[in-house]
């Protein structure tokens, strides 16, 4: 017992490193590339800034240089009616006027409350053109002109004509969604003035910060964000990959606790004898469609009943059974008692379907096909009722054989769903390359739909993968009415769960199923004509 409980307890150490390790190493390459994409994202936002504030500077420059060749350096009525026509021409001029040599205010166009002779530019007798702040004392039309930028060039005369831009030039580009109201946007001139700062960065995080100069004049942007902000962008795949890493570890335990804690030799006698005793017995859950009440067909699962009435939990035994071999022969009593179960009720009801589950083991040969051939051919329950279940939370070993499993199940007539979606190790790979007929949503999607983001996001996008590749869903354990009003509002039409009925036995569900089918109140009957099921939109 002793040496058992260690080989436990190293097999529990062995599933948290190896469920921990993808965790670790998925997160810091989901960050990595988080923070790749968020810096190209912050360096885009300053170039379009840095552009914005060059084409606004490069007008002004062009309006004030063909003033000047037009003649117009003097402050006559005339010349400032035509200094104004160009301004207004302008999309980015506010007004447009003369200082003289020195930097004082001569006259402006339109007409400001700046005082005659007050000093709006130092004087630089050097420079063609210079680019600076209104004096930050200055008052214009009532308000502190700090923050207003100035383009001013100089003529022959020594005066110089100066262009005032408008507030509006720089207005924040959003830039990608993620960012928005994390990052701070600052455009400066030469000297460290500042022309426009807009945004705000989270404080207390590392900076991440992207700079760019304008070759053509004496303005930078500089952009700063943190690397929470950054991160957000793949924050809904990080909560995937903790909640798949997490289920892969409850896997793996279950796993572990089932090998070390019981003896295989006596856990494969009872299976055998199960077997003989024909102990394992089908239940069937209900599939249903939400919009019409009406009863799709059932999903098979197993139920080990002893020969003294007790029942044993499929946790308890399943993955023994699989790694043994036993499941097998397990598949194949199920299916013949289905068959012997429900044969009169799918008769008489072509449109209901049987989902049965398969393990990856059943995709490595032909064995799988040859079964459904000898207990279905010719029987009550035709190949087109029938729908196999491939779970993605074990890998398939041969993709390309498993292909050919598929194919000859298509060939039959049958479909193939994908369980547990979004959980283990195929995801979109399966779908892609396996010839997928159904997606089943898995319950622990289903249940955080209302909490989670990245969950609810999750069920949106299968629902729409399905959708345009013409496959059907169908959400499972589903227990609330506020789940099934989720799923309606995203499309989905089938489901099951306790919220209509656990596993049941065949007698329960059959008449369950002619309840509903055959009602003897037919005005209580779902209504005919109804939109097709999931089940039935990858026929």
């Known amino acids: ?90 999309r980015h001029l506010r007004r447009i006027g003369l200082v003289d040599r020195d930097g004082y205010a001569m006259c402006f166009d339109p007409p400001t ?89 989270p404080a207390g995080d590392e900076v991440v910060t992207s700079e760019i100069r304008s070759a053509l004049f004496p303005v930078s942007v500089t952009v700063e964000s943190s690397l929470t902000a950054l991160r957000a962008l793949v924050q809904p795949l990080e909560i995937t990959l903790a909640i798949g890493s997490l289920a892969s570890m409850v896997v793996l335990f279950a796993i572990a606790v089932w090998i070390f804690w019981k003896p295989s030799s006596e856990v494969d006698d009872e299976l055998s004898i199960a077997l003989q005793r024909q102990e394992f017995v089908p239940y069937f859950q209900p599939v249903m469609n939400i919009d019409t009440g009406r009863i799709e067909g059932c999903e098979m699962l197993v139920r080990w009943i002893r020969a003294d009435g007790s029942m044993v939990s499929p946790g308890a035994f399943m993955s023994y059974c699989e790694t043994s071999g036993h499941v097998f022969e397990m598949t194949r009593q199920l299916m013949r008692r289905s068959v012997a179960d429900l044969g009169r009720l799918y008769t008489d009801n072509r449109e209901l379907k049987l989902s049965i589950n398969l393990f990856a083991g059943h995709f490595a040969d032909r064995r799988i096909v040859e079964d459904i051939i000898a207990i279905f051919e010719n029987g009550p329950i035709a190949y087109d009722q029938l729908v196999f279940e491939v779970t993605e939370r074990y890998p398939l070993g041969d993709i390309v054989q498993a292909r050919r499993i598929i194919a000859e199940m298509h060939a039959l007539g049958c479909r193939v769903a994908l369980d547990d979606t979004g959980t283990g190790h195929g995801g979109l790979a399966y779908i892609q390359q396996l ?105």
């Open 1 to 90: 017992m002793r040496k058992r409980n260690t080989h436990l307890a190293l097999a529990i150490v062995m599933v948290v490193l190896i469920g921990a390790a993808p965790l670790l190493v998925g997160r810091a390459i989901l960050q990595g590339f988080a923070e790749k994409v968020g810096r190209a994202d912050l360096r885009s936002l300053a170039t379009r800034q840095l552009e914005r504030a060059e084409a606004a500077l490069a007008e002004t420059v062009t309006v004030l240089r063909t003033a000047d060749r037009a003649g117009l350096t003097a402050c006559s009525p005339n010349e400032l009616g035509l200094l104004g026509e160009a301004a207004a021409k302008s």
């Open 435 to 539: 010839g997928i007929d159904i997606v089943k949503i898995d319950k622990m999607f289903v249940d955080a739909m209302g909490t989670d983001l990245g969950a609810s996001t999750i069920v949106d996008v299968l629902v729409e993968l399905a959708n345009s590749l013409g496959m059907g869903v169908v959400a499972e354990g589903v227990e609330t009415q506020e789940q099934l009003e989720r799923l309606r509002e995203k499309g989905v039409t089938s489901a099951q769960g306790y919220v209509f009925a656990p596993a049941l036995p065949a007698k329960l569900f059959i008449d369950l199923a002619e309840n509903i089918l055959h009602p003897r109140h037919p005005e209580a009957a779902p209504t005919d004509g109804a939109e097709p099921s999931d089940l039935d939109a990858a026929a």
């Open 113 to 201: 409350s700046v005082r005659r002779g007050a000093m709006l530019i130092l004087a630089d007798k050097s420079a063609q053109v210079t680019v600076s702040m209104l004096d930050q004392d200055t008052v214009v039309d009532g308000r502190p002109s700090g923050g207003t930028a100035v383009v001013a060039w100089r003529t022959a005369s020594g005066n110089r004509l100066v262009g005032e831009l408008t507030a509006s030039v720089l207005d924040l580009d959003g830039g990608a969604d993620y960012l928005r109201g994390a990052r701070a946007v600052t455009v400066t001139l030469d000297g460290g003035h500042v022309w426009s700062s807009q945004g705000r960065r």
